[in-house]
């Protein structure tokens, strides 16, 4: 049994192989990534003191992308390593601010909302999936932005008030359930987060095919195998309508965290081209413009709607590729995961 999971829900089965109502394609522990991260910060700078360190809605960047490598720079200079990098697709980011260093506007907006604006000085904490934890303390400021009812507090959150709040929400996702994702999992081994990319991908590629049977699954493209993590306790604004312009009632959610993937239908076209400037041979990828937006949830269930994309990129002909369909992003990760 996954420790992590055991301590948030210790009367469930949890069981790293179903979460509530369907199959989880993720699980984050934000309570613990937040704790540990200011523990992390306390041991690594000691001037800095826990009581120095907040958080905002802003906190988490979490992303997954085949591409990734850690560089392992203390392994390598003690050991001499031929190959000082390790593959780590999924990392999370935790971005604390340094209480003293904050400073925060308030401007009001012609649709009677409120921009919040903070500049701080931050801490960031890296996780990685090979269970390292690195930190750094960058020379300059950073600035985030919240938009919300003018009477809301956006002000920078404890930790351990933030921390107890995503607990609760996560026991609430969790409550009744055995638990199980299946054995293609990308995960920390300090079970700080754990990612079925399989899961991921086909209930995102599902959700489009349940609200638009028109489609067809061998024509469905990711414009990205790449994906990042949402993760705030904050409700968020629903879209304003666009016919009445009304902005729909407010209803609090239980999902912590969501990701997103677009799709296209029909793979990417591929032409060459001389360079104006270079002479040279280059190739343009142009993407379809019908396209799909999905949200998936960390329960397993995903939303989908219609959303126009078209674009294009240019490079060199040997470095171009077409966009992926769901089952090459999902064997990208499986070569990783395999090879962990």
């Keep these: 049994?996954?420790?992590?999971?055991?301590?948030?829900?210790?009367?469930?089965?949890?069981?790293?192989?179903?979460?509530?109502?369907?199959?989880?394609?993720?699980?984050?522990?934000?309570?613990?990534?937040?704790?540990?991260?200011?523990?992390f910060v306390h041991a690594t700078y000691p001037d800095i003191q826990k009581s120095e360190l907040v958080a905002s809605g802003d906190t988490f960047h979490f992303s997954c992308t085949p591409e990734r490598?850690?560089?392992?720079?203390?392994?390598?200079?003690?050991?001499?390593?031929?190959?000082?990098?390790?593959?780590?697709?999924?990392?999370?980011?935790?971005?604390?601010?340094?209480?003293?260093?904050?400073?925060?506007?308030?401007?009001?907006?012609?649709?009677?909302?409120?921009?919040?604006?903070?500049?701080?000085r931050p801490v960031i904490v890296e996780f990685f999936q090979d269970g390292a934890i690195e930190a750094r303390r960058p020379e300059f400021q950073f600035q985030s932005g919240e938009t919300g009812d003018c009477n809301e507090d956006h002000t920078p959150r404890e930790i351990i008030d933030l921390a107890n709040t995503h607990e609760a929400i996560l026991a609430k996702e969790y409550s009744t359930s055995t638990s199980k994702m299946s054995s293609e999992v990308i995960a920390n081994p300090d079970g700080y987060f754990m990612v079925d990319y399989k899961a991921l991908f086909q209930n995102a590629q599902n959700a489009i095919l349940e609200k638009f049977p028109q489609a067809s699954t061998e024509n469905l493209h990711l414009t990205d195998s790449h994906f990042s993590f949402i993760c705030d306790d904050q409700v968020r604004w629903k879209q304003v309508n666009p016919r009445t312009l009304q902005i729909p009632s407010q209803k609090e959610s239980i999902d912590l965290c969501h990701t997103s993937f677009t799709f296209v239908s029909g793979s990417s076209r591929i032409e060459q081209f001389q360079d104006a400037d270079s002479g040279s041979i280059k190739c343009r990828s142009i993407v379809p413009n019908h396209g799909y937006h999905v949200n998936v949830f960390s329960d397993g269930k995903a939303e989908a709607h219609r959303t126009g994309v078209g674009y294009y990129r240019e490079a060199s002909c040997d470095s171009i590729s077409d966009i992926p369909s769901v089952d090459e992003a999902i064997t990208q990760y499986r070569q990783l995961s395999v090879s962990q």
């Design 1 to 39: 049994m996954n420790p992590i999971l055991s301590r948030l829900f210790p009367s469930a089965l949890l069981l790293v192989s179903g979460i509530c109502h369907a199959n989880p394609a993720f699980f984050i522990d934000t309570p613990e990534l937040l704790r540990k991260a200011q523990e």
């Design 69 to 120: 490598k850690r560089y392992r720079q203390e392994e390598a200079a003690r050991q001499c390593l031929k190959h000082p990098f390790s593959s780590t697709p999924c990392s999370v980011e935790v971005n604390l601010m340094l209480r003293s260093t904050v400073e925060q506007t308030i401007t009001a907006q012609r649709n009677g909302l409120c921009l919040f604006s903070t500049h701080y």
